[in-house]
């Protein structure tokens, strides 16, 4: 069993920055991806930054050289540094981490980038 545990959700203003982390904890094997990801009311799950162990970290395009994701395998923990948050970017924030045989999601933590 593998439990993702968030924080760091929190209102911003526009322009502002937000670091969002994520814990795994649990059976967690090498090599893995972690991610997050994005939901609005009304429209499907979306992408946001992915990073696989040892690899490089891939971008959804609107979020291109505004977001960072980063990791720390020691810790099984991912991170999102946010920049230059736009209205936008509101949405609930889920984590994500999957191998083969394994797809477990965080509960989610709220962002909202007021204008």
């Known amino acids: 069993q593998v439990q993702l545990v968030e924080s760091g959700g929190g209102l911003v203003q526009a322009g502002g920055s937000l670091r969002l982390s994520c814990a795994a904890s649990?059976?967690?094997?090498?090599?893995?991806?972690m991610g997050w990801y994005r939901q609005v009311p009304g429209k499907q799950r979306e992408l946001v930054a992915t990073?696989?162990?040892?690899?490089?970290?891939n971008y959804a395009d609107d979020v291109k050289g505004r977001f960072t994701i980063s990791r720390d395998n020691a810790k099984n923990t991912v991170y999102l540094q946010m920049n230059s948050l736009k209205p936008e970017d509101t949405a609930v924030y889920y984590c994500?981490?999957?191998?083969?045989?394994?797809?477990?999601w965080g509960q989610g933590t709220q962002v909202t980038v007021s204008s």
């Open positions: 994500n981490v999957r191998r083969i045989g394994l797809d477990s």
């Open positions: 649990g059976r967690i094997f090498s090599p893995n991806t």
């Open positions: 990073i696989r162990t040892g690899g490089s970290p």
